[in-house]
């Protein structure tokens, strides 16, 4: 079982930035593949950004690259999105995502564990 918790969320003005971190319970976080998912009102929720658990292979959605990137400590058992340039179209609450693999995932029903989520809004 892995529990994920998320942080760093808020409120922020367009062109701002926020870095979200998601810590992960447990001693197994580096067999893990780690996902970004945000889920806006009304809308489905769509994959962000995706590392692999040796964080050598990343995937990003078209909309975020070179915007957006995804890091991993597994000294921490943490993963980050560091969210740049942002947009009012990137205002949704942000989940991050686990599961026990060695590849990168896209698709939500793909990831096992799930956390709380946090809300980022922008502000135009």
């Known amino acids: 079982q892995v529990q994920l918790i998320e942080s760093g969320g808020g409120l922020v003005q367009a062109g701002g930035s926020l870095r979200l971190s998601c810590a992960a319970s447990?001693?197994?976080?580096?067999?893990?593949?780690m996902g970004w998912f945000r889920q806006a009102p009304g809308k489905e929720r769509e994959f962000v950004a995706g590392?692999?658990?040796?964080?050598?292979?990343?995937r990003y959605i078209d909309s975020v690259l070179g915007r957006f990137a995804i890091t991993r400590d597994n000294a921490k058992s943490t993963v980050y999105l560091q969210t740049t340039n942002l947009r009012p179209e990137d205002t949704a609450v942000y989940y991050c995502?686990?599961?026990?693999?060695?590849?990168?995932?896209?698709?939500?029903?793909?990831?096992?564990?799930w956390g709380q989520g946090t809300q980022v809004t922008v502000s135009s």
């Open positions: 590392d692999s658990r040796s964080g050598a292979t990343k």
């Open positions: 447990g001693r197994t976080f580096s067999t893990y593949a």
């Open positions: 995502a686990a599961v026990s693999s060695h590849d990168t995932y896209t698709k939500p029903y793909e990831y096992t564990y």
